[in-house]
């Protein structure tokens, strides 16, 4: 349509704007006004024009614009608004479909900054089509199906001020028509299922029934009002179609007792300032409860986080059940669990749950719908077209014993067809009986009998999946898009196995890059494949193929290090993709490169598969640090925040069949590579270092222990890091893709003796599991000393690495790992060293055994002795071996994390390094690395190279770049081909 399509018309964000309306029975407005109202708030609010709204009494109000109006919108209804609110309407809307109107329930958000449309009827513009948006599908709701879109405002107004932010839209289909009109809106449908496609609300402002109009003229008289007129309420679908399937048959589920449940509110652990606590609800009814929804309230406590539930409101709150717990069975159970302050050292207190499902009301009668499955029952695919109708399960049924499998407290159906290890039947993920089983008390199988377990083999499908535009979901689990949002509330970590936290001796340079986003937003249809392992011969599997191993490193999305004299963003980090495309290259032009395109170059040199290092606020898209004005990639390929970079690189990837994993590279992306565990704290090791400017002393991610330095935390304990391998673990199904191998799950855990990380892996094991099996965990080495950053730092354990004379690399030490096995199946967990050579750091292996005064010497103390590097290729093999080569010997998967350096150290690195090892004239680094790559492939190991992306100061690219630190520092962010002696060593590695 006309120049309008900028606009989701919502401008109603009132600033400044009150003039006060009384009670009075009848009052016109024609001036901006928002206030409360005969016990409604109402807002109104144009730019231009003789629009004009009269407030009644109750929730009535009534509207009248014509052309001479540009844009207007006015309603009634509540402050605040609520996730859980049932919306009715009645009374006529005097639109027409040459008119440009909405009919809505309308309101805004905080944390995140969101402006939300439930449009139930619209002119001649439907918002659906608003240009540069993404569909998200389509799920049922009030006897209609609602189309889901997010689109992007930029710098426009808000109810803070100007500001970039999202606006979320469900528009029904079909609309309401003109005229007479009435209706009810399920808010909670649409909140769970934006929630379930990663569109979090934040905390409500205000939430009407609002009349808009734009450049058009008409009129309305409404009357709102709080509860449901119609009994036809559906919970949304979990995953569909953005088209609604034309064929297949739609299964819905049965309709459920809302009530007949009891909830209870459990304190499961608490310290000083904080706890942790468990909601449990209980269907005591003889039908099954689909769709739940709870509330409490607390005097003083407040919620930090939460997982296995949708949360909303900032006291009181409002919980939802995700995907795969919303479904309650007769005599079953489900729990969410939160974290939260006290404000006080007073005891955690114990709210009242309230809710339906706890008191018998009833809730939403119709639960999980598959449309458009034609017999498979599989909701999440949801089309016509996809040919999955032969798959050999088509015979699967209802398993009606109501027996369920409580899976380290997150409960699913026990499958019926499947005979052993996960399945997906009747449009849920399921268990199987004996696999459920095998779990430790308390876990397991809960209530009613055994289920039948048919002798239809769930076999491959014999009609391959089509090329429909909607394919089923990559994820055989479900998962919610955030199972525990991280907060900045500085609350300790619990008393759980946990290790304490740590410092280190073998720095590694921080990156000075500053990042780039992708410009790409390619969109993947989500394909039916996607189940990663590793086969007895310790290779990487897809779908029970060998995957090629042919590996590198992108980086950015961690965060910058920004130095202290940035001018925009002093001691920084933002979050970005590196692209080779920043605001000063080609004289603030940018290069026009893209991911995509990167992604692209990268295949056809022989890459299959990617590392990409993350820090918990990427996946946080209003961290400040992922949002502009901070991020500096030129504006060409300048995400809106972290979080759409992530997203757009996974899609992108997919897009060229490159297989990813996800790296969880620190506790706080200001902290960076230092964190040698999840909640690491200063002294850092290069706190003292020459010339280096960002050392970061004043950031911890420890709430305890910390130095006099620290002024931030960045809270991070082992429930947040499970929390962020969940919502990690749950991307697949949310972006329908089917290219995430695995989860790297933190980066060179250093500071933890083997013992303590074994552990914390496992824990990590059963938190990615429960949400998508699909994915293998990978698991990095330790060090040569532990708890050098558990609060005494003068203080440090030795860790058992082999022979004492070849130090190991952090992430390096997996000495332990054979007699101290770690319980994690071996089909599930791949071991990920990493390894460098003295680009990154000198080692006293690295140095000359015969010179004197330097034997034991490394890092700036074999700098200023003047030792000289010998790489000595045997003393390195024999380390390796015994640090984790000696694994393949016992069929574990390796795969090298991070390998790599600079082949022309010590030039282009800082002139302080320059200078500290000047009398280095030979190409010692690089031969390092052929030293590296000889024993890879004596040993059949696959290895990531770090990097592919130029901007690593301490080891530069696989990509050429002319920028220099100390001569050509203006040309960063150029790419220039790439570099022909590190495409050969690859090469070598890969056999080509």
């Given at each position: 349509m006309q120049s309008y399509k900028k606009k989701a018309l919502g401008l109603a964000v009132t600033l400044g704007l009150g003039f006060s309306v009384g009670a009075s029975a009848q009052t016109t407005l024609s001036s901006n006004s928002a206030d409360f109202n005969n016990g409604f708030y109402y807002s109104f609010w144009k730019d231009s024009g003789s629009a004009t709204m009269t407030l009644y009494g109750g929730g009535r109000y009534s509207s009248q614009w014509n052309n001479s109006t540009n844009n207007w919108v006015g309603g009634k209804g509540w402050k605040p608004g609520s996730s859980s609110r049932t919306i009715s309407y009645s009374g006529s809307y005097g639109g027409s479909d040459s008119q440009n109107t909405y009919l809505a329930v309308y309101g805004w958000t905080r944390s995140p900054l969101i402006e939300y449309y439930v449009i139930e009827s619209y002119g001649s513009y439907n918002p659906a089509n608003c240009q540069g948006?993404?569909?998200?599908?389509?799920?049922?709701?009030?006897?209609?199906?609602?189309?889901?879109?997010?689109?992007?405002?930029?710098?426009?107004?808000?109810?803070?001020?100007?500001?970039?932010?999202?606006?979320?839209?469900?528009?029904?289909?079909?609309?309401?028509?003109?005229?007479?009109?009435?209706?009810?809106?399920?808010?909670?449908?649409?909140?769970?299922?934006?929630?379930?496609?990663?569109?979090?609300?934040?905390?409500?402002?205000?939430?009407?029934?609002?009349?808009?109009?734009?450049?058009?003229?008409?009129?309305?008289?409404?009357?709102?009002?709080?509860?449901?007129?119609?009994?036809?309420?559906?919970?949304?679908?979990?995953?569909?179609?953005?088209?609604?399937?034309?064929?297949?048959?739609?299964?819905?589920?049965?309709?459920?007792?809302?009530?007949?449940?009891?909830?209870?509110?459990?304190?499961?652990?608490?310290?000083?300032?904080?706890?942790?606590?468990?909601?449990?609800?209980?269907?005591?009814?003889?039908?099954a409860i689909n769709g739940w929804s709870v509330n409490w309230q607390y005097s003083s406590n407040r919620i930090t986080s939460s997982w296995n539930a949708n949360l909303s409101g900032s006291n009181p709150y409002t919980a939802t059940g995700v995907d795969w717990n919303k479904t309650i069975q007769p005599g079953q159970s489900v729990s969410f669990g939160v974290q939260g302050s006290k404000n006080n050292n007073s005891s955690a207190e114990k709210p009242t749950i309230n809710g339906a499902v706890c008191s018998g009301g009833t809730t939403s009668s119709a639960g999980v719908s598959s449309v458009g499955v034609s017999s498979v029952g599989v909701s999440s695919v949801a089309r016509s077209s996809i040919g999955v109708s032969s798959v050999g399960v088509s015979s699967v049924g209802n398993c009606n014993t109501?027996?369920?499998?409580?899976?380290?407290?997150?409960?699913?159906?026990?499958?019926?067809?499947?005979?052993?290890?996960?399945?997906?039947?009747?449009?849920?993920?399921?268990?199987?009986?004996?696999?459920?089983?095998?779990?430790?008390?308390?876990?397991?199988?809960?209530?009613?009998?055994?289920?039948?377990?048919?002798?239809?083999?769930?076999?491959?499908?014999?009609?391959?999946?089509?090329?429909?535009?909607?394919?089923?979901?990559?994820?055989?689990i479900p998962a919610s898009s955030s199972s525990a949002p991280r907060s900045s509330s500085s609350i300790p970590a619990s008393s759980s196995s946990a290790p304490r936290s740590s410092s280190s001796s073998v720095p590694?340079?921080?990156?000075?890059?500053?990042?780039?986003?992708?410009?790409?937003?390619?969109?993947?249809?989500?394909?039916?494949?996607?189940?990663?392992?590793?086969?007895?011969?310790?290779?990487?599997?897809?779908?029970?193929?060998?995957?090629?191993?042919?590996?590198?490193?992108?980086?950015?999305?961690?965060?910058?290090?920004?130095?202290?004299?940035?001018?925009?963003?002093?001691?920084?980090?933002?979050?970005?993709?590196?692209?080779?495309?920043?605001?000063?290259?080609?004289?603030?032009?940018?290069?026009?490169?893209?991911?995509?395109?990167?992604?692209?170059?990268?295949?056809?040199q022989g890459i299959t598969m990617l590392r990409l290092p993350i820090s918990p606020q990427t996946l946080d898209?209003?961290?400040?640090?992922?949002?502009?004005?901070?991020?500096?990639?030129?504006?060409?390929?300048?995400?809106?925040?972290?979080?759409?970079?992530?997203?757009?690189?996974?899609?992108?990837?997919?897009?060229?069949?490159?297989?990813?994993?996800?790296?969880?590279?620190?506790?706080?992306?200001?902290?960076?590579?230092?964190?040698?565990?999840?909640?690491?704290?200063?002294?850092?090791?290069?706190?003292?270092?020459?010339?280096?400017?960002?050392?970061?002393?004043?950031?911890?991610c420890s709430t305890t222990g910390n130095p006099s330095t620290v002024k931030v935390i960045h809270d991070y304990n082992e429930a947040k890091w499970l929390a962020t391998l969940k919502e990690v673990a749950g991307l697949p199904a949310q972006l329908g893709i089917n290219n995430i191998i695995g989860i790297d799950i933190f980066n060179e855990p250093w500071d933890y003796t083997w013992e303590d990380w074994k552990t914390l892996s496992e824990h990590a094991y059963e938190a990615i599991n429960s949400v998508n099996p699909n994915l293998l965990v990978i698991v990095e080495g330790v060090s040569g000393s532990a708890n050098n950053q558990d609060g005494t730092p003068d203080t440090k354990d030795e860790v058992p690495n082999g022979d004492k004379a070849v130090n190991p690399n952090w992430g390096e030490n997996l000495h332990e790992a054979g007699d101290n096995p770690i319980n994690i199946p071996k089909d599930r967990v791949l071991f990920s060293p990493h390894t460098y050579g003295p680009s990154v750091f000198t080692q006293k292996h690295h140095i000359d055994p015969t010179q004197a005064g330097c034997e034991g010497l490394e890092g700036d103390e074999a700098a200023a002795a003047k030792c000289k590097i010998v790489i000595n290729s045997e003393l390195l093999e024999k380390g390796w071996e015994q640090h984790f080569g000696y694994l393949r010997d016992l069929g574990y998967g390796l795969l090298i994390g991070e390998f790599g350096g600079n082949m022309d150290w010590p030039l282009k690195t800082s002139q302080v390094v320059r200078n500290q090892w000047s009398h280095i004239t030979t190409n010692v680094d690089q031969q390092w690395q052929e030293a590296a790559v000889t024993y890879f492939k004596k040993r059949s190991i696959n290895a990531c190279y770090w990097s592919m992306n130029p901007e690593s100061a301490d080891t530069f690219g696989w990509w050429l770049t002319p920028w220099d630190p100390v001569s050509a520092n203006d040309r960063w962010g150029e790419w220039s081909g790439f570099d022909t002696r590190k495409t050969s060593l690859l090469n070598r590695l890969w056999g080509q």
């Open positions: 948006g993404t569909d998200y599908g389509s799920f049922q709701s009030d006897g209609a199906t609602y189309n889901v879109r997010r689109c992007t405002r930029t710098q426009q107004p808000s109810i803070d001020g100007t500001q970039t932010f999202y606006q979320y839209f469900s528009v029904r289909s079909p609309k309401k028509g003109f005229g007479n009109i009435s209706g009810t809106v399920t808010f909670a449908n649409h909140a769970a299922f934006w929630a379930s496609k990663g569109l979090q609300l934040g905390n409500h402002d205000y939430q009407i029934l609002a009349t808009e109009g734009y450049q058009s003229s008409g009129s309305s008289d409404l009357t709102v009002s709080e509860g449901g007129n119609n009994t036809s309420s559906a919970a949304p679908i979990s995953s569909s179609s953005s088209r609604p399937a034309s064929s297949a048959t739609a299964n819905s589920s049965t309709g459920g007792n809302g009530g007949n449940g009891s909830c209870t509110y459990t304190i499961n652990n608490e310290w000083n300032n904080g706890f942790q606590g468990t909601i449990t609800i209980t269907n005591r009814g003889s039908s109501g027996s369920q499998c409580n899976w380290y407290g997150t409960s699913y159906p026990i499958c019926t067809q499947t005979t052993s290890g996960w399945g997906y039947e009747n449009g849920r993920s399921c268990i199987t009986q004996s696999t459920c089983a095998t779990q430790p008390s308390p876990y397991g199988v809960v209530g009613g009998g055994s289920c039948p377990v048919s002798s239809a083999p769930r076999s491959s499908s014999s009609a391959p999946v089509s090329s429909s535009s909607a394919p089923r979901s990559s994820s055989s590694r340079s921080s990156s000075s890059a500053a990042p780039i986003s992708s410009a790409s937003n390619t969109s993947t249809s989500a394909p039916a494949t996607g189940k990663f392992r590793v086969n007895s011969d310790g290779q990487i599997t897809k779908d029970g193929t060998v995957l090629p191993a042919r590996c590198g490193n992108w980086f950015g999305l961690e965060g910058r290090h920004e130095p202290s004299n940035d001018t925009t963003n002093p001691s920084g980090a933002p979050m970005e993709l590196y692209v080779g495309n920043m605001w000063w290259t080609n004289g603030g032009k940018g290069s026009g490169r893209t991911v995509s395109q990167g992604l692209k170059e990268l295949k056809a898209a209003n961290d400040p640090q992922g949002k502009a004005p901070n991020l500096k990639n030129h504006e060409s390929v300048r995400q809106t925040n972290s979080r759409q970079g992530l997203e757009d690189f996974l899609k992108a990837a997919a897009a060229e069949d490159i297989q990813v994993f996800i790296d969880i590279h620190s506790c706080s992306n200001f902290v960076g590579w230092r964190a040698g565990r999840i909640d690491a704290r200063p002294p850092y090791v290069d706190a003292t270092r020459a010339g280096y400017d960002f050392d970061r002393e004043a950031y911890s």
